[in-house]
């Protein structure tokens, strides 16, 4: 069946968020151990949700706290450190151009989302957004993607998700999407190209296993 809607990851995806989400979880690991944090370890958290990863990286302490440095550290750089990454923004008006529907389906909150998304001038090519408060389920649960796909009239069959991590990819699955991995973000910051299944396991792998890998942005239309 013709694909007819592509629902984007935001972080990694569509944003070069890296820096300033290492940059912020450093920022904790600093407040806490008065040390950096490793960098690996941290890009292997990249698509949860923050509290869940909170909450496993530092157990004894309290994550509402926790979170507040992460968020405080990037509150007044966010706008001026995030990027387009290349091609994304072509990509996405081309395929409004086209009639496709998009959406966005991200662990971030709905406020720096928007942020985002006017920053880089696609607010009005992204048909529907959902974000970490919009549903008390995240990624790799279905329930995320449902729900946008819901927003948007579309079967999942006929629709695609397009994100860097296996939460993302896990997600899309899970509704009964094609998945899309894409080939830059984290793993460009680590040199290797797992970084995105890092601290999964073998079954989980191969459940979560894309459908596509893409190396540029402009890939996405040989597959579609």
Same mark, same amino acid.
């Given at each position: 069946?013709?694909?007819?809607?592509?629902?984007?990851?935001?972080?990694?995806?569509?944003?070069?968020?890296?820096?300033?989400?290492?940059?912020?979880?450093?920022?904790?690991?600093?407040?806490?151990?008065?040390?950096?944090?490793?960098?690996?370890?941290?890009?292997?958290?990249?698509?949860?949700?923050?509290?869940?990863?909170?909450?496993?990286a530092?157990?004894?302490?309290?994550?509402?706290?926790?979170?507040?440095?992460?968020?405080?550290?990037?509150?007044?750089?966010?706008?001026?450190?995030?990027k387009?990454?290349?091609?994304?923004?072509?990509?996405?008006?081309?395929?409004?151009?086209?009639?496709?529907?998009? $959406?966005?389906?991200?662990?971030? !909150? %709905?406020?720096? &989302?928007?942020?985002?998304?006017?920053? /880089?001038?696609?607010?009005?090519? #992204?048909?529907?957004?959902?974000?970490?408060e919009?549903?008390d389920?995240?990624?790799?649960?279905?329930?995320?993607?449902?729900?946008?796909?819901?927003?948007?009239?579309?079967?999942?069959?006929?629709?695609?998700?397009?994100?860097?991590?296996?939460?993302?990819?896990?997600?899309?699955k899970?509704?009964?999407?094609?998945?899309?991995m894409?080939?830059?973000?984290?793993a460009?910051?680590? $040199?290797?190209?797992?970084?995105a !299944? %890092?601290g999964v &396991?073998?079954e989980?792998?191969?459940? /979560?296993?894309?459908?596509?890998? #893409?190396?540029s942005?402009?890939?996405?239309?040989?597959?579609?």
């Amino acid at each position: 069946m013709k694909i007819n809607t592509v629902i984007f990851d935001f972080d990694g995806t569509i944003a070069d968020t890296n820096k300033i989400i290492i940059d912020s979880w450093q920022a904790v690991y600093r407040a806490y151990t008065g040390k950096e944090g490793d960098v690996d370890y941290i890009l292997s958290t990249f698509g949860e949700p923050l509290y869940y990863s909170m909450e496993k990286a530092f157990p004894d302490y309290d994550v509402e706290e926790t979170v507040a440095i992460y968020r405080g550290y990037q509150k007044d750089i966010y706008k001026k450190e995030i990027k387009l990454f290349p091609g994304m923004g072509e990509l996405i008006k081309g395929l409004k151009e086209k009639g496709y529907k998009t $959406g966005i389906v991200t662990s971030r !909150l %709905k406020a720096p &989302t928007y942020e985002g998304l006017e920053v /880089f001038g696609i607010t009005d090519l #992204i048909d529907y957004v959902v974000t970490v408060e919009d549903t008390d389920k995240h990624k790799p649960d279905p329930e995320p993607a449902r729900i946008c796909l819901s927003k948007l009239g579309s079967k999942p069959e006929e629709s695609i998700m397009v994100g860097d991590s296996y939460f993302d990819m896990g997600c899309g699955k899970n509704a009964g999407m094609q998945t899309v991995m894409v080939s830059w973000s984290a793993a460009k910051e680590s $040199g290797t190209e797992s970084v995105a !299944l %890092k601290g999964v &396991t073998p079954e989980e792998r191969i459940a /979560f296993t894309p459908d596509y890998i #893409i190396k540029s942005a402009d890939e996405l239309w040989d597959i579609l």
